[in-house]
């Protein structure tokens, strides 16, 4: 069974892209298990915004 992707706040893609940036350069790349779990929420948060920011297609 597939655990629901928890419900996170709207922000845009680039906001999330920009937390992730930072995030990695103030670890040099390096994460710590903690790092590591925020890292893993933004990541699906950013696929979040990107699936809501895209277009859907079809109903045309």
Known sequence: MVAPEPV?????SAEVN???RT???HTS???T???RHEY???VVEWAQAVR?????????
Do not use: D
């Not at 996170?8 to 845009?12: E, F, G, V, W």
């Open 8 to 12: 996170l706040p709207q922000r845009s």
């Open 23 to 25: 995030l990695m350069q």
């Open 52 to 60: 809501r920011e895209t277009p859907r297609q079809g109903n045309s």
């Open 33 to 35: 298990s903690q790092k």
């Open 29 to 31: 790349g390096i994460l």
């Open 18 to 20: 920009e937390l992730i």
């Open 40 to 42: 893993e929420l933004l």
